[in-house]
């Protein structure tokens, strides 16, 4: 099957900056695809590349086998919602959402029917007559995604969409986006710095950092088998413990305890291991250490979340923290008391720089 | 106390009003005598001698008045018409694109709106006599180069309007549009036209407003046989004042307030902001 979008060592330079570094990319038709990554680090710019808004300085981009690179927005089988929408503020909703149509030179009438359909997919039935500047974010939201959508792209491009709206609004907007997306059945390529909105949404996500393309893979594989450490630190909270490698099952901490964990790095390896605070468990000094490891501490604060408990645990070397349910008649520690951090075997990933 | 406060503020509401009616008056009688001394029945400017409509009789049937009107409305409208065109295209250009010496066109932009008029004049003056030295090429003093110099200045006005509707207007709209399969064109036609359009309206009204009034520059690019109205009026002050200049004053703010009006109009036709 072709490939929706194929990019093949596509760099972006703007000037002496290099915005996008020689990246490789597939997405596949149909999939619900995000790109993640701090502000600044490329995927915008990835994002406008595919919509024909940026062309690349080197490398190949295709959507669905037909070479794209230089070819200008309007000559391309992609639309995108734009990060504050840009609907046109002189123009209705129906206005709005008919314009490509009205572009493509489909006569008038199946247009404002065409039109009309994708309003009323959006929900907004009733409102064609209304300007932007009288809808709230949230409908806005919905007609930047009716304007794209009506034109059945064989791409849909979010530029986050969601990322002027209040919190609320965000996950039910996230919802139906998935489902709509599932319904539609297109593929949809998804900008977001939010790792939660990520994890949520996306088939596969792709992490970004300064113009490079660090890991892509589904939300599962990228929370626990995170290529390198900076991918272990953007995808949610982990506690980064200093190490070196010694065998191919062992890595040696900086206090000298030899741990269990696979990693195809070389002996002698500058690694960190990675483990998640929900994956860590508290127990007493002369508790066993379950195959992983057991590091002795002493709890030096907690915070309460409501649903769970977040132990910071003093190292000799450093602070981890470590995260309890919140369950009731559970034996809650308190500052002060000496600990053993332990953790299940493969609870932790090997990450270098 | 509080009846105190009270006093105070009855008493800056009494000045502040007064002020308000001086104002106006200062702003508004001479445009009432400059009306009333239309319709006097007296040789002189500013006598009363009972009602008369003799002196917009003349100012209908002065063939010199008449030419001048005729000049003062073509020079208006074409110069107008190449402002708003260049103007417009200079506006998008500086906001849109970033090319070499960008700044330093930015800034040679404004120049006409801050040199004075006399200098403007000479330059003008200069400028079409060297182009007869230099390149040969004989512009007639007249028509033709009134018309340019009232081009010259009025590109700025016009840009400067033009660029303030534009810079509160995102960009991202146009890319929006051409994501929809817009052409750069349509994308200018159907987005970022209608949207500056108040502006380019607004310069159009300015430049057509400046062309009619200006007097110091015409003056000095002005050739036998054509003279613009305002440039007329003041050769009659110099040969001898007539109430003829009332009632050709009164037609000539009439047609500015007419301007002002349509522009209001036209801005709130348009209404709303861009963002």
Known sequence: MTAAVEITGVTKRFDDVVAVDDIDLTIADGEFFAMLGPSGCGKTTTLRMIAGLEFPTEGSLQIFGEEVGTLPPNKRPVNTVFQNYALFPHMNLLENVGFGLKMKGVAKPETTQRALAAIELVQLGGMEKRRPNQLSGGQQQRVALARALVNEPKVLLLDEPLGALDLKLRQEMQGELKSLQRDLGVSFVFVTHDQEEALTMSDRIAVMDQGKLLQVGTPEEIYERPANRFVADFIGQTNLLEGTVADATTVVLENGTRVAAASDHAAGTKVALSLRPERANLATRDAAPSDGAGIDGTVAGITYLGNALVYRVALDWMEVEVRDENRPNADRLNAGDPVRVIWEPGAVAVVAE | MAGNAQQLRGNTRWVLSLNAVLVYVFFYAPIALLILYSFSDDQLVGRWGGFTLDWYRAFGQNDEVQNALSVSIRVALISTLLSVVLGTM??????????????????????????????????????????????????????????????????????????????????????????????????????????????????????????????????????????????????????????????????????????????????????????
């Open chain 2, 90 to 275: 200079a506006a998008l250009s500086l906001e849109r694109f970033r090319f070499r010496g960008n700044r330093i066109f930015d800034a040679l932009l404004y120049l006409p709106v801050i040199i004075p008029d006399v200098t403007m004049a000479v330059m003008m003056l200069i400028f079409f006599t060297s182009l007869d030295d230099i390149i040969g090429l004989q512009v007639t003093k007249g028509f033709t180069t009134i018309t340019l110099s009232h081009v010259a200045f009025s590109i700025s006005f016009v840009s400067i309007v033009v660029r303030a509707r534009l810079a509160g207007m995102s960009e991202t709209l146009e890319e929006a549009a051409q994501d929809l399969y817009a052409s750069r064109w349509q994308a200018f036609r159907f987005v970022t036209l209608p949207l500056i359009l108040p502006g380019i309206v607004g310069g159009a009204l300015l430049a057509l407003t400046l062309s009619l009034d200006d007097v110091v520059i015409t003056q000095f690019v002005a050739g036998p046989g054509s003279t613009t109205l305002p440039v007329y009026v003041f050769g009659l002050i110099r040969r001898g004042v007539s109430p003829l200049i009332n009632a050709v004053s009164v037609v000539m703010l009439a047609a500015s307030v007419l301007l002002v009006v349509l522009s209001l109009v036209a801005q709130r036709a348009r209404g709303g902001s861009v963002t």
